[in-house]
């Protein structure tokens, strides 16, 4: 497998920051080439009651590492006494990122959110590289469309609902044009009461 093929991720999730908010979506669909495999991905996965986390890549190495990463955070805190920031769960899951990739073993992009003392995102590339996202961040092959739609419209200090509102209409607009993203969205709100689930939308497209 060439390194152009490793790093190819078949979805679309986008990652906003509002003002007392973090605002996390993704479309439902997964692929194997150009099969479509499945239709009800939630790709917007909670990890803790105040951080989540979009995925994109390798199906079976996202499902390891998000496994591993709540028990090890769960494990943290028992010693501790205290649960783990926003940042140090996210720099936890870059470093595991990072071997899997040199691994060649499979490739992972996250784009992690949460809340502690304030509305805190992450973009964790496929090669292990960590960023403090300030405004928007989007993953996958649909991601390039996404972009248009948030360099366009986003604005600082958005609300929560004008947050979830730029949410729907990048991934919509990944949908029209990204045959690897589709079948619908989820969007997920992670705020001081803590992670929620706030839209799911199936899209169902059918001849009569």
């Known amino acids: 497998m060439t390194e152009s093929e490793r790093l190819k991720t078949g979805t679309t999730t986008v990652g906003i920051k509002c003002n007392d908010a973090i605002i996390l979506a993704a479309d439902r669909r997964a692929t194997a080439g150009h099969l479509i495999v499945d239709k ?55 470093s595991w ?17 949460g809340y502690d003392k304030e509305p805190k995102l992450y973009d964790i590339y496929p090669d292990g590289s960590l960023t403090d996202v300030d405004e928007f961040v989007s993953s996958g092959s ?22 979830v509102t730029l949410c729907l209409k990048a991934i919509d607009a990944a949908l029209k ?25 199936e899209l169902k497209q059918s001849i009569q």
């Open 177 to 201: 044009r990204d045959s690897a993203s589709g079948n619908g969205v989820t969007v997920y709100v992670i705020d001081k009461a803590g992670v929620h689930r706030k839209i799911e939308k």
């Open 97 to 113: 990122v990072y071997s899997l990739l040199r691994s060649q073993m499979g490739v992972c992009h996250f784009v992690l959110g």
């Open 40 to 94: 009800k991905v939630d790709k917007v996965v909670p990890v803790t009651d105040n951080i989540a986390v979009t995925t994109a890549g390798g199906v079976s190495d996202l499902q390891l590492l998000l496994k591993y990463l709540k028990a090890e955070l769960k494990l943290r805190k028992i010693r501790t006494s205290r649960a783990s920031t926003v940042k140090e769960s996210a720099h936890l899951l870059s």
């Open 142 to 163: 649909g991601s390039v469309i996404a972009y248009g739609v948030l360099e366009d419209s986003y604005k600082p200090g958005l609300s929560t609902d004008e947050g």
